[in-house]
């Protein structure tokens, strides 16, 4: 079993500032990468932004410059810190974990998501 606890959403106006966290435990070897997708009303997920267990990250382009994603690997926890928000970064907010695993023996891999947490920006 493994569970991703994410808190940090909210209601704030635009050109405030969130920040999410989430935190991986339960049974595994190891979190290879951590990150975040968010989904719209009438959207699909999309990737918001990703780190890896070495540090390389990803953002897409429409936050990049506003929002920072950071971990802290001894805590398996990822953090996105999400500046100059604005009313279109209004959504459900998902963590996500690739996680090692042992599968009778041998190593394997999944992803595990979190329940999502909301973030509003008004305007």
């Known amino acids: 079993q493994v569970q991703l606890v994410e808190s940090g959403g909210g209601l704030v106006q635009a050109g405030g500032s969130l920040r999410l966290s989430c935190a991986a435990s339960g049974s595994f070897i190891r979190v290879n990468a951590m990150g975040w997708y968010r989904q719209a009303p009438g959207k699909q997920r999309e990737l918001v932004a990703g780190?890896?267990?070495?540090?390389?990250?990803i953002l897409a382009d429409s936050v990049k410059g506003r929002f920072i994603i950071s971990k802290d690997g001894a805590k398996n926890t990822v953090y996105l810190q999400m500046n100059s928000l604005k009313p279109e970064d209004t959504a459900v907010y998902f963590c996500?974990?690739?996680?090692?695993?042992?599968?009778?023996?041998?190593?394997?891999?999944?992803?595990?998501w979190g329940q999502g947490t909301q973030v509003t920006v008004s305007s």
């Open positions: 996500y974990a690739d996680i090692e695993f042992w599968r009778n023996y041998y190593r394997d891999t999944r992803r595990e």
């Open positions: 780190i890896t267990s070495d540090g390389s990250t």
